[in-house]
């Protein structure tokens, strides 16, 4: 197995003892860098109660990079169980935070700080006082306390589908002009935008529009929504910092009425919250709700991930109603699911957190596992069933855990544990096979790690189409590049340092994503030849360049 997916025990998950600490956050390189799932993204343990990790911080770089960092630590990869910064400090040299255990993220910040100049630091846990540390090599420029703790914010700016008038690389954007808040005399902060009843999402222009707000022009440091349906914010979460559980969502509104809105963003700074008023000054409601769970996938024959379709409702299946289950006849072969929230798909969906191991799924009867999504990049769920049958799928919402088993027919469960090759798929002429993405034709050349190669020749100022799909599978498990999530402002692939990206880089050329099946990549080469197409499906840097 190439790239394994990760798999976890119940025991190490939901255990009382520390038995694993993570950090996660944009001080790591990996598409990963948010996923409390990742073992590559843990502390080592250096004796009972200290957890260390050396990072390298690098000063802002242009508008690509701000020099801005923000990070949280996650007990035994579980995302309920994160800590982030109850207080900070500063002191010779030395970062300071303590922390405190934050399940859905709505109480604390994440551990923020700003690097100003390149430089190596040790992050130390010590895990019996609770208390993060920060401490700085000497930079090159002999500074030992060139790392410093943000602990104000200046600025906050709405991004997303609201900006109508924007293609679909700029609407999340952080930096664009005209998206900041101003502050109101009552000390909440407010901008307006005119909106559509007909608008938001091209594909859709039916006044649904999802956002987020960005804090200091950075999307670590803002806030998306809380699925309370109370408009409830979340600090430090958004695209680049998921927390990922069916709680969290985008914010997402109905408008009823053409015409300015006003965004409110309401105390910010101790329990943020989001109003939005329509024209004329009533408020318009927030979908984020939590009050369903839908089914979605290749298990339906019809419309596999509309959530508005009946027989896609999981329904009550304990007397505390936090079991829901749902059963359905299933096709032989292989299938993707995963589950949306309350019936919108701008609440975004659960994909693959890891797979469970204590189950009985080595007698191919249930498969059993955590949902979550960190958008976007976030897997679906993939199995395999050997023969048509019965299947039951339950959701268990306290600990987004789910379960797929046969309930009735001859049938065997099979989980995809991880990705086992990647293809070039597209507008190819021969010897590749034009868009059949299980064709053995379009297999790359596996370099290592998670890159990957394959040489193509091509003919000047053809545009060519195409995406990297994984395991030969049928358009389920796609890489492309996700033109929402901030990263690049193009699909051309001219990273010159594809193999070897910085965030600088990846910033300004753009990442390769999972996020369901996105928009194919285009390139058209100047020069008629070979033609090598490069894609490393760790750090999501990929390139196109002439040989």
Same mark, same amino acid.
């Given at each position: 197995m190439v790239q394994p997916f990760p798999c976890h025990s119940r025991h190490h998950l939901f255990g009382d003892q520390i038995h694993s600490v993570s950090v996660l956050g944009n001080v790591n390189a990996r598409r990963w860098r948010w996923n409390p799932f990742d073992s590559d993204l843990e502390l080592v343990r250096v004796d009972d109660h200290l957890w260390e990790r050396p990072l390298r911080l690098q000063a802002a770089r242009g508008p690509e990079h701000s020099g801005l960092y923000a990070l949280r630590l996650v007990v035994n990869h579980n995302p309920r169980r994160q800590l982030k910064a109850s207080s900070s400090g500063h002191s010779d040299g030395l970062c300071c935070w303590h922390l405190a255990e934050d399940p859905l993220g709505e109480r604390y910040d994440n551990l923020r700080f700003k690097a100003n100049h390149d430089g190596e630091a040790l992050l130390r846990y010590d895990s =019996?006082?609770? %208390? &993060? $540390?920060?401490?700085?090599? !000497? =930079? !090159? !420029?002999?500074? &030992?306390?060139? %790392?410093?703790? %943000? @602990?104000? %914010? @200046? $600025?906050? @700016?709405l991004n997303g589908f609201v900006w109508d008038e924007l293609d679909m690389f700029n609407k999340f954007q952080t930096r664009r002009p005209g998206r900041a808040f101003k502050q109101d005399p009552d000390g909440a902060w407010s901008l307006e935008v005119p909106l559509k009843r007909n608008g938001g999402i091209d594909f859709r222009a039916d006044g649904v529009y999802q956002f987020l707000i960005s804090a200091q022009q950075d999307e670590d440091y803002g806030f998306a929504a809380l699925n309370d349906g109370r408009g409830t914010l979340v600090r430090g979460t958004g695209f680049g910092s998921s927390h990922g559980t069916a709680m969290h969502s985008g914010c997402t509104i109905k408008v009823e009425a053409d015409g300015p809105h006003r965004f409110r963003l309401v105390d910010p700074h101790i329990h943020p919250r989001i109003e939005v008023q329509a024209p004329d000054g009533s408020p318009v409601p927030l979908l984020n709700r939590r009050d369903s769970i839908q089914l979605l996938g290749s298990v339906h024959k019809e419309s596999p991930f509309d959530p508005t379709l009946p027989g896609r409702n999981l329904e009550p299946a304990g007397s505390d109603g936090n079991l829901l289950s749902l059963e359905l006849e299933a096709a032989a072969g292989e299938h993707v699911i995963n589950f949306a929230i309350g019936g919108e798909l701008f609440l975004d969906t659960m994909g693959f957190g890891c797979w469970l191991e204590e189950t009985d799924q080595t007698e191919g009867m249930a498969l059993r596992g955590i949902a979550w999504h960190g958008k976007p990049q976030e897997w679906n769920i993939f199995f395999k069933l050997s023969q048509a049958s019965r299947l039951r799928f339950s959701y268990q919402l306290e600990r987004d855990e789910f379960a797929i088993a046969v309930v009735d027919g001859p049938g065997r469960l099979e989980p995809t544990t991880g990705l086992s090759s990647l293809s070039l798929v597209g507008s190819f002429d021969s010897p590749l096979e034009a868009w059949n993405p299980r064709s053995a034709a379009n297999l790359m050349e596996h370099l290592g790690g998670g890159r990957y190669q394959r040489c193509v020749l091509l003919k000047a100022g053809t545009t060519y189409s195409y995406k990297y799909v994984g395991n030969r599978s049928d358009w389920q498990l796609v890489f492309a590049d996700y033109e929402l999530d901030s990263y690049g402002t193009d699909f051309n692939g001219d990273n010159p340092a594809a193999g070897d990206p910085s965030q600088r880089q990846l910033r300004r050329h753009g990442q390769l994503t999972t996020h369901g099946n996105p928009p194919a990549l285009n390139f058209t080469p100047i020069h008629s030849g070979p033609h090598r197409f490069f894609a490393d499906v760790i750090s999501g840097a990929y390139s196109v360049h002439p040989l």
């Open positions: =019996s006082r609770q %208390i &993060v $540390s920060l401490i700085p090599c !000497a =930079s !090159a !420029a002999g500074d &030992v306390s060139w %790392i410093e703790p %943000i @602990e104000t %914010i @200046e $600025s906050y @700016e």
